[in-house]
T-cell receptor
């Protein structure tokens, strides 16, 4: 079945450091890819998405590029802030042609940004 | 405001005492789903519903029931809770979930359940 693998956390960075959170996937079809963010005490919310190869999703300074050749969707940000401290989930949606599109989540990567 | 609401937010109960966690969305979404979040395991899907009166099992359905009598509501029922159901539960909704449509899911704030 489909799966999503994320780098282990927690990741601790100083403010203004460069962030990369790795995400790779396996899928039987041609999935759409997502990054969700979960701030402390809240539900998940969509950060960005990409629906086809070489698409770049971006939002709030975060970026991720859909790489079909390496089956990856790594999350990057050039300069993190304390307010970026959260848990980040990589996810994919996939399914048979014309059918239900199941969403599979990774295990999440906790990011802590220190001043 | 577009949102998914869950109640209660926190619940401590004892083994075997039936409970219901409510979920409601105001976005007229067709699709709704329940997940549980456990450390090291991420989010695992319990049940989902494609529309009113249409529900199906997710990856970890044992010990849970759901119903979808109205489009906006999707309650999660634990008929006889056990300690291994202690977890953080999230309800989510989406406009649709058919192939070719990458709609985002909207999540509720979560319900932290402890079963002793």
């Amino acid at each position: 079945g489909d799966s999503v693998t994320q780098m282990e956390g927690p990741v601790t960075l100083s403010e203004e450091a460069f962030l990369t959170i790795n995400c790779t996937y396996t899928a039987t079809g041609y999935p759409s890819l997502f990054w969700y963010v979960q701030y402390p005490g809240e539900g998940l919310q969509l950060l960005l998405k990409a629906t086809k190869a070489d698409d770049k999703g971006s939002n709030k300074g975060f970026e991720a590029t859909y790489r079909k050749e390496t089956t990856s969707f790594h999350l990057e940000k050039g300069s993190v802030q304390v307010s970026d401290s959260a848990v980040y989930f990589c996810a994919l949606s996939d399914g048979p042609s014309g059918g239900y599109q199941k969403v599979t989540f990774g295990t999440g990567t906790k990011l802590q940004v220190i001043p | 405001e577009a949102q998914v609401t869950q109640n209660p937010r926190y619940l401590i109960t004892v083994t075997g005492k039936k409970l219901t966690v409510t979920c409601s969305q105001n976005m007229n979404h067709e699709y709704m789903s329940w997940y549980r979040q456990d450390p090291g395991l991420g989010l695992r899907q319990i049940y989902y519903s494609m529309n009113v009166e249409v529900t199906d099992k997710g990856d970890v359905p044992e010990g849970y029931k759901v119903s979808r009598k109205e489009k906006r509501n999707f309650p999660l029922i634990l008929e006889s809770p056990s300690p291994n159901q202690t977890s953080l539960y999230f309800c989510a909704s989406s406009l649709s979930v058919y192939v070719g449509q990458a709609y985002e899911q909207y999540f509720g704030p979560g319900t932290r359940l402890t079963v002793t």
